[in-house]
């Protein structure tokens, strides 16, 4: 019998996690099968998981609230930011976890060491990776095209600026967490802040996938180690797969069936 799996999402059509967790699943010779399912409302999740049969599933846009909300029992990190992106079912529980921050994090140290980091944006993603990137021992700094956002950040103890009080300071990573450059081709930053940041980083790195955005296009410019949001979506499907088949292949043997999706 195979276990079914699903991501659940709003829109959902162009996810790729469907191929990344089927071709490991295929590579592995694991049971399982994962499909798509668009849910429109984020209070049918729990009912929807159990009415389908699955055994677990990933959450993506707008629906990591409602999974939170949903799940029995919450890792500590998943509960911290109140976001859930991928759930399991054991002994009739609903286990929720975050594995956006810990793939991106696994992501960021390929690259090599990193201890200070300058986050571009503010919002779901930027919350997310800066608490696991403090926990991880890295210096975060935030910047922020306006002000609103930034008081989470400031109750939190980050230091954190809009552009109009920012100074560029040295950073081993700077990290694009903004939907610029995603429909358009903004910068995350005008360009003189950028390039004054830019110039005093090694890495670059953006969560955007699917396209080159002008960020990376300008860190590229200038030489510097960079990688895109597809190394964050591999990284948090590895560790997500980890959950779903009960922890009984090594990351890096699920990175090795899944990796060649990124090729497909
Ligand atoms: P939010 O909507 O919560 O936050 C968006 C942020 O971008 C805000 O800080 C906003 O600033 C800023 N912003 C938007 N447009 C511009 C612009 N033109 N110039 C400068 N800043 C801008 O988004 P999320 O945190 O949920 O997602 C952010 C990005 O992360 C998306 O592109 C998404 O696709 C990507 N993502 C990738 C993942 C992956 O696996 N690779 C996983 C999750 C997300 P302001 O406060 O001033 O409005």
């Given amino acids: 019998m195979h276990e079914l799996f699903a991501i659940f999402g709003n829109p959902v059509h162009h996810s790729r996690s469907p191929l990344m967790h089927n071709l490991a699943?295929?590579?592995?010779?694991?049971?399982?099968?994962?499909?798509?399912?668009?849910?429109?409302?984020?209070?049918?999740?729990?009912?929807?998981?159990?009415?389908?049969?699955?055994?677990?599933?990933?959450?993506?846009?707008?629906?990591?609230?409602?999974?939170?909300?949903?799940?029995?029992?919450?890792?500590?990190?998943?509960?911290?930011?109140?976001?859930?992106?991928?759930?399991?079912?054991?002994?009739?529980?609903?286990?929720?976890?975050?594995?956006?921050?810990?793939?991106?994090?696994?992501?960021?140290?390929?690259?090599?060491?990193?201890?200070?980091?300058?986050?571009?944006?503010?919002?779901?993603?930027?919350?997310?990776?800066?608490?696991?990137?403090?926990?991880?021992?890295?210096?975060?700094?935030?910047?922020?095209?306006?002000?609103?956002?930034?008081?989470?950040?400031?109750?939190?103890?980050?230091?954190?600026?809009?552009?109009?009080?920012?100074?560029?300071?040295?950073?081993?990573?700077v990290i694009n967490t903004t939907s610029a450059g995603l429909e358009d081709d903004a910068l995350p930053m005008p360009r003189a802040l950028l390039d004054a940041a830019l110039g005093q980083t090694a890495y670059a790195v953006d969560v955007i996938y699917g396209k080159e955005t002008p960020f990376l296009k300008e860190a590229k410019r200038l030489n510097l180690l960079t990688f895109d949001g597809s190394q964050m979506l591999l990284q948090q499907g590895i560790i997500a797969f980890d959950h779903f088949t009960g922890h009984r292949y090594t990351l890096d043997r699920i990175e090795a069936a899944m990796r060649p999706f990124l090729q497909l």
């Fill in 25 to 173: 699943f295929k590579t592995l010779g694991y049971p399982g099968c994962y499909t798509r399912w668009r849910l429109e409302e984020g209070e049918m999740l729990r009912e929807t998981f159990f009415r389908l049969g699955l055994k677990g599933i990933n959450i993506t846009v707008p629906h990591k609230e409602a999974a939170f909300e949903a799940a029995d029992v919450v890792e500590p990190f998943a509960a911290e930011v109140r976001a859930v992106n991928t759930l399991v079912l054991e002994d009739g529980k609903l286990h929720g976890f975050n594995t956006d921050a810990p793939g991106f994090y696994r992501a960021l140290q390929r690259l090599g060491e990193v201890r200070s980091a300058l986050i571009m944006g503010a919002g779901g993603t930027a919350r997310a990776l800066s608490l696991y990137l403090r926990s991880r021992g890295i210096d975060v700094e935030v910047v922020n095209r306006s002000a609103r956002r930034l008081k989470w950040f400031e109750a939190e103890g980050f230091v954190s600026h809009t552009w109009e009080g920012f100074e560029a300071k040295a950073h081993d990573v």
